[in-house]
Every structure is written in C-alpha cells, then in structure tokens.
C-alpha cells in the first residue's frame, strides 16, 4: 500500500463532509476512457457502474463479471485519473464474508480507495437479512485495514426501496434498522437507489446515522434539491452508460439508414479522449 493511495482514501474522505455543503456528484464511470472524461469534466471523484462495466465487457449486470474481470476494470480506471476511485463491488461476488474481504483485497490492489456493497442477494432481491449483512460488512471493514487502507470508504447499499422489499409504510424502519447496524459494522455512508422523494429523503436524512448517498437521473430532483436537504452523496448509476450507447445506437441507425452524420456532432473531440492516454501514463 503506497502513501499515495492513503492520501486518495483521505481525499475521498473529506469530500463526504465538506464545509461548503456541497453534495459529491459521482457521474459513473465503465471504463478508462469514460473516467478520463468524466475527471476532465471535473467531477471530484470516480465512481464505477457494475451494469457498466458489465455491458462494456459483453456481459449483464448482476454479478455477470467475476471478481477478477472486475478488479481489472477498476484498475484501468485507477490508472487513468488522478482523482480517488470508488469501485462497485456488487454484492461481493460471493453471498459469505470470506466473498467480501477477497473481493475488498482486490479492488484495493487495483487502486480503489472507496466500495459499495449492496445487501441484495440477486437483482430484486431477496435482501441478506441484517444480521449476516452486518457481518459482510464487517469483513470489509477488516479487510480494508488488513490491506492497509483503513481508510477505505464503505458506502453500505440498501436495494429495500429499489426492489420494494416490504409493505410500503414498513419501508422507512426496515431502512433505518438497517442503517443502524450497518454504522456500528463499519459502514460510511447508506446508499438507497430507488428513493428520491425529496421529503422522504430528507426525513432519512435527519434520521439516519450514517450520510445518505441518493441515486438520480431523468425525472429526479436536481442535485441542489437533494443537497438542500442534506445528502452527501449523489450518484447516477447505469445512466450515463446508457446515454452514452444510446447516442452510439442513434448515430448508426441514422448513418445506416439515411446515411448522414448529424448524430454524431458535439461527439468528444479525438484529441481531447486520446490525449487522455499518454504512453506511460498512469494516475497512480
């Protein structure tokens, strides 16, 4: 474990608890060329996309990569930036502790300095229930400081409102018994996709032990909104992924087809993505 890898854990760190407020805007990235673009665009911060990283490598979401194919995505993202990393671990490649703290081990080696585990057994569930996800969570915590880091930070994913888990009144405690437990294993942060509910939020929020980390996209209140009301992280999972294939699938239809190129203006331009890739450059 090298220093500057600590100092990018103790950056990461700060940017949860900033003295101006501001929530910290993870534009996810899938590979070294979209976080490239992403840290030129000036986001703070790296986050993966597992469903991104998945696609890229001809695979679905939901655990479609193994732990290996993902550490190595994590690295090419590492080595591509300058800014801290945080890697989409999933569920941990593996339901038990042992799955988690191999799974933490790896993507530390490859230059991340932040997770999210989710607590979902399979996409739309069921969820670990509290007690064993309180464990994995632990044995990241573990793992982390075994590693040398410890100071990795562990943004502890609930899918409760995401795939409806419950009788909806029942949703809020489920939430916050869980936060509970996952704060005193180790956690730094709730991240609960599937909620953006301003005044939902807000309440978790003010009741929550840990900062709360908001999944957005189209039809979701801007970032201000969700930082008026005191969360500290936002994020946008698949999305940008999605815009950016989708802008791929609009550009060849219409080249295919009626054999024009307007699809393709305002396209990065080349020299701006492959002066991101200086021979011999690496962000670590």
């Known amino acids: 474990m090298d220093t ?12 949860h608890t900033p003295a101006d407020g501001r929530a910290l805007v993870l534009p996810n990235a899938w590979d070294a060329a979209s976080a ?28 479609g990569l193994t732990r290996q194919e993902m550490a190595e995505a994590v690295r ?11 890697a989409d671990i999933e569920g941990g490649y593996g339901p038990g502790a042992d799955d988690v ?18 607590d979902s057994l399979a996409p739309g569930g069921p969820l670990h229930d509290l007690p064993a ?18 100071g990795l930070w562990i943004n502890a994913r609930t899918d ?11 949703r809020m ?61 936002v994020s946008v999972g698949t999305a940008l992924a999605q815009t950016a294939y989708g802008a791929a699938q609009r550009a060849a239809a219409e080249v ?3 054999g024009t190129y307007d699809a393709m203006e305002g396209a990065a331009d080349f020299g701006t993505v492959n002066s991101a890739f200086t021979a011999g450059r690496s962000g670590r």
């Open 4 to 15: 500057a890898q600590r100092e990018l854990a103790d950056t990461l760190r700060a940017l």
């Open 36 to 63: 490239a673009l992403i840290a030129r665009a000036g986001a703070r911060a790296i986050a993966t996309t597992s469903g991104g990283v998945a696609w890229s490598a001809g695979r679905p979401d939901g655990h």
């Open 76 to 86: 090419r993202i590492a080595d591509a930036v300058e800014v801290p990393v945080s």
């Open 101 to 118: 703290a191999a799974t933490v081990r790896a993507v530390i080696g490859a230059g991340a300095v932040g997770v999210n585990l989710e």
């Open 133 to 150: 996800q309180a464990v994995r969570l632990r044995a990241a915590r573990s793992a982390a400081a075994e590693a040398g880091l410890p």
């Open 160 to 170: 409760v409102f995401l795939f409806g888990i419950g009788a909806p009144e029942q």
């Open 173 to 233: 405690a489920n939430l916050l018994s869980r936060a509970a437990a996952y704060a005193d294993a180790g956690a730094d942060s709730l991240f609960v996709p599937g909620l953006v509910d301003v005044d939902t939020v807000a309440e978790l929020v003010r009741r929550s032990p840990l900062p709360v980390n908001v999944m957005a996209g189209p039809g979701a209140p801007p970032v201000k909104a969700f930082e008026a009301v005191g969360v500290r992280r």
């Open 256 to 258: 295919l087809g009626a």
